[in-house]
């Protein structure tokens, strides 16, 4: 699949609320305690419909952030870095795959939600077997993982789907796209550790989730194609599919930010060009993670729903614990060198290149 590129201009964000509506805040989202389920567990119905506080959680002293001020800053940051509107030699593809299967659900969100147990809507978790509310990058870090690579135990994490009350998982690995979001393929670096965002949000209006920068082709089944919301019905032996892209510029400082998002921007057009580059702000380019999701569900989708609600509320979070060798291996083998690889970081038309990963998915 040929990559896509995406428009953008880079986002601001105010600083953290004082202590007292800190307090008030968290008081306020504070909604018990919940249970993790497995994959196979159909559960029963979301939690109370979604969380329209979801993106708005206070930020709490809690693991990487402990001063609670929701920045976690990168030691050491990038700095000294100017967006590269170079030229690169003309390659089709410039990606590779981490394949990765659903483990596990839970109504919890170690990002937006850390350290709180059950605050959450229900999702749906892939990668890393541990991820929970009291995640954090050093227990996530070389952490057993559903991903093909064992090197990627990095959390990754969407709002579980339903069919009436039963929950809908999907099945087998999962493509996770990590594709070059500028045009000069050969600028894109591996992910910082320990670095995490959030892609849409729950609270978007179908208009939003349209006109969202990481809008690819919205809700697909059979030959519907292009929905904000699920299609009404799907044939039968058919999956429903969703495809998102995220942000791929970095702003070289943050971590994470209290939105969970200012610190990341989509590329922008440069003027009198068709290539896209980081903006100023964040000039650093990193691999553009694209969530392929195929969930197991056809015939009438009346009574179809995600955690978070209608279909276009749907978003994904993305916390990064790769194992740095083995990001660095990939990124450079198949973005850097414009190949389109699979999880072993092999591209079949291109079988001279090799591969970066041997037949256990491991640095050879």
Known sequence: MRTRRNRSTSRTTSRPLTALL???????????????????????????????????????PFGDDPDGDGYIPAVP???????????????????????????????????????????SHDHTFMGNTTTSATSVTASLYGGATTCKAPGDASAYWMPSLYKGDRKILPTGPQVIYYKAGVTDYRSVRPF?????????????????????????EGWECGDSFRNVDFPQNCPAGTQLNIRMQAP????GRNLDTPDHKAHMAYPVVKAGTNNNVCPPGHPVALPM?????????????????LASGRGYSFHYDFFNAWHEPTLAK???????????????????????????????????
């Open 248 to 251: 791929s510029c970095w702003d």
């Open 289 to 305: 993670v694209e969530f392929k999701m195929a969930f197991p569900v056809d015939g009438d989708m009346a009574q179809v729903r």
């Open 22 to 60: 800190l307090a008030t805040a968290l008081a306020a989202s504070a909604l018990g305690v919940g249970t993790i389920a497995t994959a196979a567990d159909p559960a029963g119905p979301p939690p109370g419909g979604a969380h329209s506080g979801h993106l708005a959680a206070a930020a709490v």
């Open 77 to 119: 940051p990038v700095t000294g870095v100017t967006p590269s509107d170079a030229e690169p030699p003309a390659r089709y593809f410039h990606e590779f795959q981490a394949n990765c299967s659903a483990g596990h659900t839970a109504p919890d969100d170690p990002i937006v939600y850390p350290g709180q147990r059950g605050a």
């Open 330 to 364: 990939l990124v450079t083998h198949c973005i850097v060198g414009g190949l389109q690889c699979d999880a072993r970081g092999y591209d079949e038309a291109r079988p001279g290149a090799g591969a970066a990963l041997n037949a256990q998915y491991r640095l050879p």
């Open 192 to 216: 910082p550790k320990g670095l995490r965002y959030v892609v849409g949000s729950p609270t978007q209006s179908a208009q939003e989730f349209r006109d969202h920068k990481g809008w690819v």
